[in-house]
């Protein structure tokens, strides 16, 4: 009875959950496509009106897709909305860590990989750009303007790239942790070389074009980023454990414990 | 102590001193953010100070630039938020096992 009762009780719950990130989702949809507004890590204003529209043209297909693979896992399995939430907080702690680096200035990380390996890439958009709209328009850090370019390095490809990174390290059979730590922490990683080249692509350097200006904006970010990288690897795998320690069901249904232990 | 447990103690250890270590080592640097950073050689490249095309919302409402306390404070909201969250699940997660496992114990008895 006392069973019954709790999954009844349960079952509210996560309805009402659901209705949340729906409507969250709702709130960055309508961000996402109606002023195209647009981008990450990328300041207000500092992107070319010209290359905003097109970075947040580009993230649009990400972001519905993200919705509708969000409400796929969702209507299949119910119950991992906890880990779906889970994963989302992730990116609001990491990505609000500023973090001292090994050159001297601090970056923070993004929380992406969790959410990339455990859901796949396109949900993660969703749980990214919340992220960057809390922080565009309270912390005046990353932009309205730039929301589409910022969108596409955090949300779009640092997930792309840990999830391939993971299923290719799943494919040749290397330790589960271990292809978790190198997911998240390229994943972090990738998402800053994209933003050079995003900035490269605004600003091509006068002699030596587009080329010689992403070498130069690489220079300033990805040193920073290496040891925040592995960081957020680290940090991943703390959560992986734990919740292959705690959320065992919940994590077969998602798919992620299929392939066994370890 | 399990394995499980040490491995996620040093894991986090290893994590705090990498992020720590810097702090330390290099002493009077300025650690400002490395988005700053950015537009330095975007002024670089451009060769004229480059004049942002659109203010943050924020600092159009409040007419002026996020006073520095108030920036950290809303970044420990982020944080908070985040880590609610994530602590809240842990818990309901955590507590569910215990509960589970002596369901089994009391069944095998």
Known sequence: MAFTLKTIEEEKMNQKEKKIVALAAAFALVFGVAPAANAMHIMEGYLPPKFCIMWGVICIPFILAGYLSIKRTLSKHHRSITILAMAGAFVFVLSSLKIPSVTGSCSHMTGTGLGAILFGPSAVSILGIIVLIFQAILLAHGGLTSLGANTFSMAIVGPFVSYAIYKLCNGIKINKHVSVFLAAAMGDLFTYCITSVQLALAYPSESGGIGASVVKFLAVFAPTQVPLAIIEGILTVVIIIGLETYAKSELTDIGFMNGGEN | ?109
Not at chain 2, 1 to 9: A, F, G, I, L, Q
Not at chain 2, 29 to 49: L, P, R
Not at chain 2, 59 to 71: A, C, S, V
Request: hydrophobic share 40%; glycine share 12%.
């Open chain 2, 1 to 109: 102590m399990t394995k499980t447990k040490k491995t996620v103690v040093s894991l986090l250890i290893i994590a705090a001193l990498i992020a720590i270590i810097p702090l330390f080592t290099l002493k009077g640097a300025e650690f400002g953010g490395s988005d700053d950073a950015g537009s330095e050689v975007i002024t670089e490249i451009t060769g004229a100070e480059y004049k942002p095309w659109f203010t943050p919302v924020m600092e159009t409402w409040i007419g002026g630039e996020l006073p520095g306390e108030i920036e950290s404070l809303l970044f420990c909201v982020q944080t908070g938020i985040g880590v609610g969250v994530i602590s809240f699940f842990m818990g309901r997660l955590v507590e569910r096992n215990k509960k589970e496992n002596q369901k089994n114990k009391i069944k095998k008895q």
